[in-house]
């Protein structure tokens, strides 16, 4: 019935792992070298990744320290020119003060003046208005 022939048995099996040979030279090693390169590629990668990942952490804390320091400098000097302002007001206003308390001076030492000035002057003329006075008196 079946009629087995070595010969094409044999011949299958030599042409069989010839084909085989062929594929794993040109198909199957090439293809998992580029397989192993491509996976060592990607670990490569990723360990670069992890590397910046950590770079850029030290940059953000590195930003964030300087940002910190420079809102401190800001503060102390938002809090030094409110000093220097404070300092400048106070002698201004301690000289606007002097200035004002001499001229009250003044004005009391020239009003007091007027005064004795008024006083004589109406001193000297109340014989005057005694007179007229009397004058006025003995005329009703």
């Known amino acids: 019935m079946l009629d087995i022939s070595p010969i094409l048995m044999l011949s299958s099996a030599i042409i069989f792992l010839v084909v085989l040979v062929i594929l794993n030279s040109r198909l199957f090693r090439p293809l998992l070298n580029h397989m192993d390169m491509r996976s060592s590629q990607i670990k490569s990668d990723l360990e670069e990744a992890k590397s910046n990942s950590s770079d850029v952490d030290e940059l953000l804390v590195e930003a ?12 102390s000097i938002r809090e030094q020119a409110y000093k220097e302002a404070k300092d400048s007001a106070d002698v201004k206003l301690a000289s606007e003060r002097l200035n004002l308390d001499t001229k009250v001076a003044e004005f009391k030492n ?6 004795k000035a008024l006083k004589s002057s109406l001193l000297s003329s ?15």
Request: no cysteine; charged share 30%.
């Open 64 to 75: 964030n320290e300087i940002i910190s320091k420079a809102k401190r400098e800001a503060a």
């Open 110 to 115: 020239s009003l007091q003046d007027e005064a």
């Open 126 to 140: 109340m014989p005057q208005f005694n007179d007229s006075l009397k004058n006025k008196l003995n005329s009703i």
